[in-house]
């Protein structure tokens, strides 16, 4: 149905995307080019519109590129090694000053309510301090890193204290010793030991580049860790896909649910990401966003919804929830976040070494990939587990699809004895047979 405020739709389906979201714990990098570039403003309305929403927020705040222009103004050329500055007390003077400017910048933008902005009426407490403990990385190649340091602990105790209570919790990429030194640390590395430490929901890394993209230019939606490991290729040290390529998988290898890839040039991509199924950028996760699996009874609801519309259009039989739920130890489903987008079924016949393939279906809004192969290959690989020789397909709408598949038409007589005796001759479904052997 269509409606004068698309906007509506859009909320209705984001629904279960809040509820799924409140409470829960996002770390979130912001690379300091979005800053640079003007797109900080856009990105503290959408932080302050899941504060409202129950998000439990961890913003770290990269800062590269100020400090570049605060060295390059002060006339000072910093040594570089293995993408890092060596962080001596002249460049390290001017970290410290630009990590204190942008996180007051950003402190004063959380905290704008003035009636007419898009903060008005939201109260956030912003926090910043000694949450994240440092070590110096030393003499690596024969080169003194100086104050150039890494992550040797996340106070975690503290950072779940203050948002319990509500808190943004905001760090710059600097860390802290037990000798009281301060030591510049690489953002993205940041990032990723707070949302391991806080075994985060989502790790959230905001840069230029929208994700990973092939050479085709088609963006990569979903990865494990160990494919994003290979993508990272022969990139030079220090480059920022590189970077959140390794944090990203860092994270997901010990324990962070899901950790999203997007670009800070899409002004949408961040709520886009969060609040729609199939998200705009691209996410690693131990676990695959959309996967292949045996049926449950907890399926069953899922299964009906996606039915229902090819039930209407006699492309399917209907089948109730009480058959669906004495027959799911037959069904296969492709599960993408939690909705059932496509099944099929395998009924067997020992007698006759024969399987029904039926019910197969794809959701309208997931056809024209390689789902209905998928659904047919799990199918034809459970028959051949349980000894059938042969499969066999009732279909009134799709029978070209079947004859591309190896299905041949048969005769009413080479079904099994039962499925003859039930066939309805009212559909005049056609009869298609593909061998096993």
């Not at 705040?61 to 001596?88: K, M, Y």
């Not at 009480?322 to 009924?347: N, Q, S």
């Not at 029904?356 to 279906?361: I, N, T």
Request: with cysteine.
């Amino acid at each position: 149905m269509d409606t004068r405020f698309p906007f509506v739709d859009w909320f209705r389906n984001s629904s279960p995307y809040i509820n799924a979201h409140r409470g829960r714990t996002f770390v979130i990098l912001i690379e300091g080019e979005a800053i640079a570039e003007g797109r900080g403003e856009q990105l503290i309305q959408d932080l302050a519109l899941l504060h409202t929403l129950g998000v439990r927020l961890v913003v770290v705040l990269g800062i590269r590129p100020q400090v570049n222009e605060a060295l390059e103004t002060a006339g000072v050329t910093p040594t570089r090694h293995d993408g890092r500055w060596v962080a001596n007390d002249v460049v390290m003077h001017h970290v410290e000053r630009v990590a204190a400017e942008q996180r007051l910048w950003l402190e004063s933008r959380l905290s704008l309510g003035l009636p007419n902005s898009p903060l008005h009426g939201v109260e956030m407490t912003v926090v910043s301090g000694n949450l994240v403990m440092a070590k110096p990385l030393g003499v690596r190649d024969g080169v003194d890193f100086a104050r150039s340091g890494e992550v040797r602990r996340v106070r975690d105790t503290a950072i779940n204290g203050l948002l319990g209570q509500g808190s943004l919790v905001l760090l710059p990429p600097l860390g802290y010793s037990s000798t009281g030194e301060v030591f510049d640390l690489d953002a993205a590395e940041v990032a990723q030991k707070v949302a391991t430490a806080l075994q985060a929901d989502k790790l959230i890394l905001l840069g230029a580049a929208c994700g990973l993209v092939d050479e085709r230019g088609q963006l990569q939606r979903q990865l494990t860790p160990d494919e994003a490991h290979r993508w990272r290729g022969d990139a030079a040290p220090g480059d920022e896909m590189p970077r959140h390529l390794k944090a990203a998988s860092a994270a997901a290898r010990r324990g962070v649910a899901r950790t999203h890839l997007l670009s800070w040039r899409d002004h949408d991509a961040l709520l886009a990401e969060l609040f729609t199924r199939d998200g705009v950028g691209t996410m690693i996760s131990r676990h695959h966003y959309e996967q292949l699996r045996a049926a449950q009874v907890a399926d069953v609801g899922g299964l009906l919804e996606l039915l229902e519309p090819l039930e209407q259009r006699g492309m399917l039989v209907p089948r109730s929830r009480e058959r669906l739920e004495y027959e799911i130890d037959d069904y296969v489903v492709i599960e993408r976040d939690g909705m059932v987008i496509g099944c099929a079924a395998l009924h067997g016949f020992a007698q006759a070494a024969m399987g029904e393939l039926a019910c197969v279906a794809v959701h309208v809004d997931y056809r024209g990939g390689l789902r209905g192969d998928l659904l047919l290959e799990e199918v034809e690989r459970r028959a051949r587990q349980q000894g059938l020789d042969a499969l066999f397909a009732l279909t009134t709408h799709t029978a070209h699809w079947f004859y591309e598949h190896g299905f041949r038409v048969a005769q009413l007589a080479d079904l099994p004895p039962l499925k003859r005796d039930m066939y309805n001759h009212a559909r005049q479904s056609k009869v298609l047979v593909k061998s096993l052997r």
